[in-house]
């Protein structure tokens, strides 16, 4: 089959290191991969810098001529500037565009449906298949305008609450990661029927094959201690700091235990102060951003993987980091909600604690140092649960049947 993959998202970078940029690059690979044409249309390829790269053909585009002039020109308009309104304004003008070059592109790949990433005032998709009269499928990762509800820079939100209402409604399909987004969908309008639920995955390609547990070990002077990572964007609702104050508990009394923190992000400062103001600078790796062909080597070289989280009611996620420390065969303490619960079996394939309770984590982390043999019965069972279950592969097949499905019925209709 012909994919279009569209990413109608101004402040997505394909190329980037976000997990958003990762999902979109595995799910597209996986699809390559099967045999399927796919090209991807973006405002933003993004990556300078970072190695990152995919299967995938891309489309950039963007605005040329006076469409140009005037982008730049209202970014530093001072009444826009003033009044934050900059980011709002550039989506809902690339969408606009979308919809005259964004047609050509798509006319002349003549894709068998559309695959979109909804974005804020992302309406772009859905005038498209209304001009192209091709299944249209949309993927839903989180409750966007609820997420930015209260963000000084996202001022016209009763606009793109009333867009994102419509758009879900209108989709041919929705692809919810989790089932708290497709209930979600249900109370803005979307019919439950037309909702599939497929999580997050790994990379076979990456997470599949054997994995040098050795490698980052030497590079860090790592060789013999005992290891407790975490690897992902340093965003608020990741309690990173709630893992350090957790460590140092653990860390007391013992000069032969490391805590390895991969990625980067907003929180990282803070987080660095409060390693120094805890003493633990000498027990503390800071990676910073790696590049994600590399992160199995990182897990792998984990005696622990944490995924730490607060108490967050409306827990929408699907963490990719959950389940790419799961593939490696790093036995995973991970906070205790939403989609988490229902992949982790406490014990079994997991070690699951009450989310926000630093002391649960320690002791989970504990356990998991202090018994080897438990360790390695949970690391093997959550690998292959996540190789059987988890996987681009898998979610990219579901999709290509679903996509095939809506044919069939528009070919009826």
């Given at each position: 089959?012909?994919?279009?993959y569209?990413?109608?998202?101004?402040?997505?970078?394909?190329l980037?290191?976000?997990?958003?940029?990762?999902?979109?690059r595995?799910?597209?690979?996986?699809?390559?991969?099967?045999?399927?044409?796919?090209?991807i249309?973006c405002?933003?390829?993004?990556?300078?810098?970072?190695?990152?790269?995919t299967?995938?053909?891309?489309?950039?585009?963007?605005?040329?001529?006076?469409?140009?002039?005037?982008?730049?020109?209202?970014e530093?308009?001072?009444?826009?500037?003033?009044?934050?309104?900059?980011?709002?304004?550039?989506?809902?003008?690339?969408?606009?565009?979308?919809?005259?070059?964004?047609?050509?592109?798509?006319?002349?790949?003549?894709?068998?449906?559309?695959?979109e990433?909804?974005?804020?005032?992302?309406?772009?998709?859905?005038?498209l298949?209304?001009?192209?009269?091709?299944?249209?499928?949309?993927?839903?990762?989180?409750?966007?305008?609820?997420?930015?509800?209260?963000?000084?820079?996202?001022?016209?939100?009763?606009?793109?609450r009333?867009?994102?209402?419509?758009?879900?409604?209108e989709?041919?399909?929705?692809?919810?990661?989790?089932?708290?987004?497709?209930?979600?969908?249900?109370?803005?309008?979307?019919?439950?029927?037309?909702?599939r639920?497929?999580?997050?995955?790994?990379?076979?390609?990456?997470?599949?094959?054997?994995?040098?547990r050795?490698?980052?070990?030497?590079?860090?002077?790592?060789?013999?201690?005992?290891?407790?990572g975490?690897?992902?964007?340093?965003?608020?609702?990741?309690?990173?700091?709630?893992?350090?104050?957790?460590?140092?508990?653990?860390?007391?009394?013992?000069g032969?235990?490391?805590?390895?923190?991969?990625g980067?992000?907003?929180?990282?400062?803070?987080?660095e102060?409060q390693?120094?103001?805890?003493?633990?600078t000498?027990?503390?790796?800071?990676?910073?951003?790696?590049?994600?062909?590399?992160?199995?080597?990182?897990?792998?070289?984990?005696?622990?993987?944490?995924?730490?989280y607060?108490?967050?009611?409306?827990?929408?996620?699907s963490?990719?980091?959950l389940?790419?420390?799961?593939?490696v065969?790093?036995?995973?303490v991970?906070?205790d909600?939403?989609?988490?619960s229902q992949?982790?079996?406490?014990?079994?394939?997991?070690?699951?604690?009450p989310?926000g309770?630093?002391?649960?984590?320690?002791?989970?982390?504990?356990?998991?140092?202090?018994?080897?043999?438990?360790?390695?019965?949970?690391?093997?069972?959550?690998r292959?649960?996540?190789?059987?279950?988890?996987?681009?592969?898998?979610?990219?097949a579901?999709v290509?049947?679903?996509?095939?499905?809506?044919?069939?019925?528009?070919?009826?209709?």
């Amino acid at each position: 089959m012909k994919i279009g993959y569209l990413v109608s998202d101004v402040d997505v970078e394909v190329l980037g290191s976000q997990g958003c940029s990762v999902h979109i690059r595995e799910f597209t690979n996986a699809l390559v991969d099967a045999g399927h044409d796919v090209f991807i249309v973006c405002s933003w390829p993004g990556g300078e810098g970072t190695g990152n790269s995919t299967r995938a053909r891309i489309h950039h585009l963007g605005p040329t001529g006076l469409n140009k002039e005037l982008w730049e020109g209202l970014e530093n308009e001072p009444q826009i500037y003033d009044h934050y309104l900059e980011r709002d304004l550039r989506s809902i003008l690339w969408n606009h565009w979308l919809q005259a070059e964004g047609a050509r592109i798509f006319r002349e790949e003549k894709p068998d449906f559309v695959y979109e990433r909804i974005a804020l005032f992302g309406f772009g998709g859905l005038e498209l298949r209304r001009q192209l009269d091709i299944p249209w499928i949309l993927e839903l990762n989180a409750p966007l305008t609820d997420q930015q509800d209260g963000y000084t820079y996202f001022p016209l939100i009763e606009t793109a609450r009333k867009l994102e209402g419509a758009i879900l409604r209108e989709a041919d399909a929705i692809v919810a990661l989790t089932d708290w987004l497709a209930d979600w969908a249900v109370g803005l309008g979307a019919e439950r029927d037309r909702i599939r639920v497929l999580p997050d995955g790994v990379s076979k390609r990456l997470f599949g094959g054997e994995i040098d547990r050795g490698k980052v070990r030497e590079v860090l002077g790592e060789n013999e201690a005992e290891i407790v990572g975490f690897v992902g964007s340093f965003h608020k609702w990741h309690d990173v700091a709630g893992l350090i104050e957790a460590f140092a508990t653990l860390e007391q009394g013992t000069g032969d235990r490391r805590l390895l923190l991969v990625g980067d992000g907003h929180t990282r400062e803070k987080l660095e102060q409060q390693v120094a103001r805890l003493g633990l600078t000498e027990s503390v790796h800071f990676t910073g951003k790696v590049p994600h062909e590399e992160i199995p080597s990182y897990l792998a070289a984990m005696n622990v993987a944490v995924v730490p989280y607060g108490p967050i009611d409306d827990f929408f996620f699907s963490p990719m980091k959950l389940f790419e420390s799961m593939a490696v065969g790093t036995p995973t303490v991970a906070a205790d909600l939403g989609q988490i619960s229902q992949v982790v079996e406490h014990g079994r394939n997991g070690w699951l604690y009450p989310a926000g309770d630093n002391q649960k984590l320690a002791e989970g982390i504990s356990v998991l140092l202090d018994d080897s043999d438990l360790a390695g019965r949970i690391g093997t069972a959550a690998r292959e649960e996540v190789l059987a279950r988890y996987t681009w592969e898998r979610v990219t097949a579901e999709v290509v049947i679903l996509a095939n499905k809506l044919s069939e019925e528009r070919h009826r209709a």
